[in-house]
């Protein structure tokens, strides 16, 4: 499975970011799939997933209530809306696909792979 995710940048405090990501895969549609961060100093974390059929969503504590994940499995596309945004949001965002379909996105858990990261800064 390919990823390809675009949509980061520069945005300030209290803004809105949108970040895609396309999939090259015809069984999208039995992936879990999710957007990872990892701020520098930092480890890698699930931010939020989406489970393969999209009923069943995950969202980290400190974004629930700011940022909403979709996915489009005619499109083989996810989405991540993040609003108010705040700099501690900064980060490298990655997007990710788990053939379990789940939406907490366990790496260690069947077939897992990464997109390229996209940087997504919020000043202050």
């Not at 990892?38 to 489970?51: C, D, I, M, W, Y």
């Not at 979709?70 to 990710?96: F, G, I």
Request: net charge positive.
């Amino acid at each position: 499975v390919q990823l390809q995710a675009s949509g980061g940048g520069l945005v300030q405090a209290g803004g809105s970011l949108r970040l895609s990501c396309a999939a090259s895969e015809r069984s999208f549609s039995s992936y879990g799939m999710g957007w990872f961060r990892q701020a520098p100093g930092k480890e890698r974390e699930l931010v939020a997933g989406v489970s393969s059929g999209g009923g069943s969503t995950y969202y980290a504590d400190s974004v629930k209530g700011r940022f909403t994940i979709s996915r489009d499995n005619a499109k083989n596309t996810v989405n991540l809306q993040m609003n108010s945004l705040k700099p501690e949001d900064t980060a490298v965002y990655y997007c990710a696909a788990s053939s379990t379909g789940s939406p907490r996105l366990n790496k260690d858990l069947g077939m897992f792979y990464w997109g390229k990261g996209t940087q997504v800064t919020v000043s202050s």
